[in-house]
């Protein structure tokens, strides 16, 4: 029965992350090593504010690092970029959304911020995404 079903949990979101990452083209992969995938219910307040958002449920993933236009191998950055997925919002969207599936949604999300690692600004990704 349906109503008896839990929904994904942090792990099962993982299985999906690590799924939708070995799904994308090697050369895409190369120019990722390094880089952190997690998952996480929310974004934190931190991650909200560097972001200009109060609404936990509007982001559904960032990307923290330094992107690849910018990285110099005599600046190194201290931390390893990362990607965070959260689990919540993107629950939120694919339940309103409807037409696609989970794993669809969250390799679009994890898709999106790899763009930001490669340096590309949303702006970027939607004209990409709308073919021009």
């Not at 219910?41 to 958002?53: I, M, Q, R, Y």
């Not at 931390?79 to 679009?108: K, M, Q």
């Not at 790899?114 to 073919?131: C, K, P, V």
Request: aromatic share 6%; hydrophobic share 40%; glycine share 8%.
């Amino acid at each position: 029965m349906i109503a008896d079903r839990l929904p994904p949990s942090l792990e099962d979101f993982e299985t999906l992350a690590v799924s939708a990452y070995e799904s994308l083209p090697a050369q895409m992969r190369r120019l990722c090593e390094g880089l952190e995938i997690f998952v996480s219910d929310f974004a934190d307040a931190e991650t909200l504010a560097a972001v200009g958002l109060s609404d936990p449920f509007e982001l559904t993933g960032v990307y923290i690092g330094v992107d690849l236009s910018q990285k110099s191998v005599s600046d190194p950055s201290p931390e390893p970029d990362r990607v965070i997925l959260f689990r919540r919002p993107i629950l939120d969207e694919w339940a309103d959304h409807g037409a696609i599936t989970l794993g669809e949604l969250v390799t679009h999300v994890l898709v999106h911020e790899i763009g930001h690692h490669f340096g590309l600004s949303d702006e970027d990704m939607h004209r990409i995404e709308d073919g021009g």
